[in-house]
């Protein structure tokens, strides 16, 4: 049973919400600007989802899921996916009712983009699109978003103040309206709220090591009072993208401290990207997804015993990007390689503990080397099968590697007889029964049906662990 039914069925219900105005300008941001980051799916679904509300109209009808796949023209799972993509980005929010008999209903509160001023300025998103995009791509969109500063210094200021056009009421005259009916209209019924303005939520991460932050700060004496609120949200932001530890950076804040003790925003930026070229290069980070979710690992909470549950267990709890690096004994990454791990989450939208398999797969199959063109085919073909949990990519990998040795089987096996033989064994045959001959074929065909049938238990049998120590071997022997 695919996990996805575990959280979500076609015949549930939900609505489609929004607090805020979804403008031109934002339609063109979601495009332009957050759909190289979600893909075009993610994208259409928001939009899809923003259609179901009517003109001045902020809250839809209900609708069913299987209406909804309908519409988008694809599965269920793809739909749960997507809208995982949307709600990490921070542009829908989810909320889940079930009632008396267990039906769930989905209310669906769409969230507006972020302003590209924002979107620009934003220490993570900006980075990802930077990385997507390459720099000329980047610049470009950057300036389709940007307008000359005018000189104010060469202009009179000529506007009118409020006070200048209009004029208050009467004291008495105030009261009285207050005191009235129309007085009452002003208030706002406490179940209702009002349309606002772009009010884009903040991207969420998981919780960074702030006391051990403060531990390390307070030896240099580092106030309590500098670790301001927005400042403690940049490090988060900062601390993502850039994978750095707290301890290292304490380092980097440090060296944003100015003179009167508080932190240069500007600053930390700078100095945490300066680390970053330090330790990893000019290749600006990428975004991908982190390790495999744990509604698809099987082993969560569970103790390994056999080397099959310890080779599961490892890539389940193992990042892509970790896997090349342990494979490479801690060596740094190719940029290449690092651009494989992007486009197998990306591209094929396989997750992270399938695309660990996958690598290491490919990995022992060509003596530790990753092929894109061959990668990406073995993806496709994983892509198509919907595979998501580890053990099923293990159980395919096997298959392929059935398949492989079969295939190097049938080249080496010894040329076809001659022909002469070829057609006296024909004669011979064509003399015998019907019946007979008829009985001959289903035995031949019961015989090589039940070979095939001992070879699949067999490479059942075999563990994944012990397939890549056969490849391993096999290497080392030929070299």
């Known amino acids: 049973m695919s996990w996805h039914w575990k959280e979500l069925l076609p015949v549930d219900r939900f609505s489609v919400r929004t607090s805020n105005y979804i403008t031109e300008v934002d339609r063109l941001t979601l495009t332009l600007l957050y759909q190289p980051l979600t893909g075009a799916i993610a994208h259409s679904l928001y939009l899809t989802l923003l259609s179901q509300l009517e003109k001045d109209e902020y809250w839809s009808s209900e609708w069913t899921h299987r209406q909804l796949m309908l519409l988008l023209g694809v599965s269920l799972e793809v739909i749960y996916e997507e809208r995982k993509k949307l709600e990490g980005i921070g542009l829908l929010k989810t909320f889940k009712h079930k009632d008396e008999s267990g039906n769930a209903t ?10 590209p001023k924002q979107f620009f300025e934003n220490d993570v998103l900006s980075v990802y699109l930077f990385n997507r995009l390459g720099k000329s791509h980047y610049r470009q ?15 009179m200021e000529m506007t009118h103040a409020f006070d200048e056009v209009y004029v208050s009421l009467h004291h008495s005259e105030m009261v009285s309206n207050l005191t009235s009916e129309t007085g009452n209209a002003l208030q706002v019924d406490k179940d209702k709220q009002l349309l606002s303005s772009n009010e884009q939520s903040e991207l969420v991460f998981q919780a960074f090591d702030f006391e051990l932050l403060e531990k390390s700060l307070s030896s240099f004496i580092v106030p309590d009072e500098a670790l301001t ?29 100015l003179h009167d003790e508080k932190v240069d925003l500007q600053q930390l930026r700078k100095k945490a990207q300066e680390w970053y070229k330090v330790e990893h290069g ?3 980070p990428g975004l991908a997804m982190q390790k495999q979710p744990i509604i698809n690992q099987t082993m969560a909470g569970v103790e390994p015993k056999t080397e099959e ?9 193992t990042a892509p990007l970790e ?7 801690g060596a740094k990454v190719a940029t290449a390689d690092v651009k494989i791990i992007e486009s197998l989450i990306l591209d094929h939208q396989l997750l992270p503990g399938v695309a660990n398999v996958l690598l290491d797969f490919m990995l022992y199959s060509q003596d530790m080397k990753l092929s894109k063109a061959l990668v990406d085919k073995v993806a496709g073909h994983w892509s198509r099968k919907k595979v998501k949990t580890v053990k099923e990519a293990m159980q395919l990998a096997l298959v392929e590697r059935r398949k492989a040795n079969e295939v190097a089987n049938k080249m080496n096996q010894p040329p076809v007889q001659k022909r002469t033989n070829q057609k006296k064994q024909n004669a011979k045959r064509d003399k015998l029964p019907k019946w007979m001959m008829e009985e001959k074929e289903n035995k031949q065909k019961n015989q090589k049906v039940e070979e095939d049938t001992q070879q699949e238990s067999k490479a059942d049998d075999q563990s994944f662990a012990q397939m890549l120590e056969q490849l391993r071997k096999s290497k080392e022997g030929g070299r």
């Open 106 to 115: 989905y209310l669906y509160e769409l969230q507006p983009p972020m302003t």
């Open 141 to 155: 969109l950057r300036d389709r978003f940007t307008l000359n500063q005018i000189n104010r210094d060469d202009y």
């Open 229 to 257: 609120e927005e400042v403690r949200k940049t490090i988060s932001r900062l601390a993502f993208v850039y994978k750095i530890e707290p301890l290292e950076m304490s380092s980097i804040v440090q060296q944003a401290l």
């Open 282 to 284: 000019n290749e600006p």
């Open 309 to 317: 549950e310890r080779a599961i267990k490892f890539y389940e709890t």
């Open 323 to 329: 896997l090349l690096e342990i494979r490479s004994d």
